[in-house]
Protein backbone atom coordinates (compact mmCIF):
# COMPACT_ATOMS: atom_id res chain seq x y z
CA UNK A 1 0.00 0.00 0.00
CA UNK A 2 1.62 3.08 -1.10
CA UNK A 3 0.69 6.62 0.88
CA UNK A 4 1.90 10.02 1.18
CA UNK A 5 2.11 11.34 5.00
CA UNK A 6 2.82 15.27 5.30
CA UNK A 7 4.48 17.33 8.24
CA UNK A 8 5.66 20.62 9.23
CA UNK A 9 2.31 22.38 9.57
CA UNK A 10 1.56 24.51 12.39
CA UNK A 11 0.69 27.86 13.72
CA UNK A 12 2.74 30.50 12.68
CA UNK A 13 2.85 34.42 12.59
CA UNK A 14 1.95 36.65 9.59
CA UNK A 15 5.56 37.20 8.06
CA UNK A 16 6.71 33.89 9.08
CA UNK A 17 8.28 30.84 7.49
CA UNK A 18 7.37 27.07 7.51
CA UNK A 19 8.87 23.61 5.65
CA UNK A 20 6.22 21.28 5.05
CA UNK A 21 7.37 17.85 3.94
CA UNK A 22 5.78 14.63 2.07
CA UNK A 23 6.93 11.41 2.31
CA UNK A 24 6.31 8.55 -0.59
CA UNK A 25 6.17 5.08 1.21
CA UNK A 26 5.36 1.40 0.29
CA UNK A 27 5.33 -0.46 -2.58
CA UNK A 28 6.89 2.24 -5.18
CA UNK A 29 8.11 1.46 -8.63
CA UNK A 30 8.47 4.87 -9.83
CA UNK A 31 6.88 8.38 -8.45
CA UNK A 32 6.12 10.93 -11.83
CA UNK A 33 4.38 14.63 -10.77
CA UNK A 34 4.21 15.73 -7.12
CA UNK A 35 2.81 18.69 -5.79
CA UNK A 36 1.27 20.64 -2.88
CA UNK A 37 -2.42 21.64 -3.17
CA UNK A 38 -4.14 23.44 -0.23
CA UNK A 39 -7.91 23.94 0.60
CA UNK A 40 -9.51 26.83 2.71
CA UNK A 41 -12.49 26.90 5.12
CA UNK A 42 -15.11 27.31 2.40
CA UNK A 43 -13.22 27.19 -0.81
CA UNK A 44 -12.13 24.43 -3.04
CA UNK A 45 -8.84 22.86 -3.47
CA UNK A 46 -5.99 24.95 -5.06
CA UNK A 47 -2.82 23.93 -6.93
CA UNK A 48 0.19 25.38 -4.53
CA UNK A 49 3.03 24.07 -6.65
CA UNK A 50 4.08 20.93 -8.62
CA UNK A 51 7.42 19.34 -9.30
CA UNK A 52 8.38 17.03 -11.98
CA UNK A 53 10.83 14.09 -11.28
CA UNK A 54 13.44 16.04 -13.23
CA UNK A 55 12.41 19.19 -10.84
CA UNK A 56 10.82 21.12 -12.95
CA UNK A 57 8.84 23.22 -11.04
CA UNK A 58 5.08 25.13 -11.69
CA UNK A 59 3.49 27.71 -8.95
CA UNK A 60 0.34 29.32 -8.44
CA UNK A 61 1.17 32.93 -9.46
CA UNK A 62 -0.23 34.41 -5.89
CA UNK A 63 2.61 31.51 -4.51
CA UNK A 64 5.35 32.59 -6.58
CA UNK A 65 8.50 34.22 -5.02
CA UNK A 66 6.84 33.38 -1.59
CA UNK A 67 7.15 29.50 -2.06
CA UNK A 68 9.70 26.90 -2.95
CA UNK A 69 9.31 23.49 -3.65
CA UNK A 70 11.77 20.81 -3.93
CA UNK A 71 12.35 16.90 -4.54
CA UNK A 72 14.50 14.25 -3.25
CA UNK A 73 14.08 11.63 -5.09
CA UNK A 74 16.34 9.33 -3.57
CA UNK A 75 13.81 10.05 -0.15
CA UNK A 76 10.80 10.39 -2.14
CA UNK A 77 10.40 13.38 -0.67
CA UNK A 78 8.99 17.08 -1.68
CA UNK A 79 9.06 19.55 0.64
CA UNK A 80 7.41 23.38 0.41
CA UNK A 81 8.97 26.47 1.78
CA UNK A 82 6.72 28.77 2.58
CA UNK A 83 8.19 32.50 3.49
CA UNK A 84 6.43 35.62 3.79
CA UNK A 85 3.09 34.18 5.08
CA UNK A 86 -0.24 35.94 5.35
CA UNK A 87 -3.37 35.14 7.33
CA UNK A 88 -4.95 34.03 3.91
CA UNK A 89 -2.57 31.44 3.40
CA UNK A 90 -4.33 29.83 6.12
CA UNK A 91 -5.56 26.29 5.00
CA UNK A 92 -5.19 22.25 5.08
CA UNK A 93 -2.12 21.71 2.69
CA UNK A 94 -2.11 18.43 0.84
CA UNK A 95 0.15 16.23 -0.54
CA UNK A 96 -0.50 14.76 -3.97
CA UNK A 97 1.65 12.05 -6.21
CA UNK A 98 1.85 10.16 -9.58
CA UNK A 99 2.61 6.57 -8.14
CA UNK A 100 3.72 3.76 -9.97
CA UNK A 101 4.40 0.56 -7.70
CA UNK A 102 5.53 -1.69 -10.66
CA UNK A 103 7.07 -1.19 -14.41
CA UNK A 104 3.80 -2.38 -15.79
CA UNK A 105 1.31 -0.12 -13.88
CA UNK A 106 -0.01 2.99 -15.22
CA UNK A 107 0.84 5.95 -12.37
CA UNK A 108 -2.37 6.21 -10.00
CA UNK A 109 -2.73 9.85 -8.28
CA UNK A 110 -2.42 9.63 -4.50
CA UNK A 111 -3.13 12.13 -2.10
CA UNK A 112 -1.92 12.79 1.67
CA UNK A 113 -4.01 13.42 4.74
CA UNK A 114 -3.22 16.85 4.60
CA UNK A 115 -1.47 19.61 7.27
CA UNK A 116 -2.99 22.28 8.91
CA UNK A 117 -1.47 25.43 8.30
CA UNK A 118 -2.75 28.56 10.38
CA UNK A 119 -1.17 32.08 9.75
CA UNK A 120 -2.27 34.11 12.62
CA UNK A 121 -1.00 36.70 15.46
Known amino acids: QVQLVESGGGLVQPGGSLRLSCAAS????????MGWYRQAPGKQRELVAR???????EYADSMKGRFAISRDNAKNTIYLQMNGLKPEDTAVYFC???????????????WGQGTLVTVSL
Open 96 to 110: NAYIAVTSRNMYREV
Open 26 to 33: GSIFDIGL
Open 51 to 57: ISSTSNT
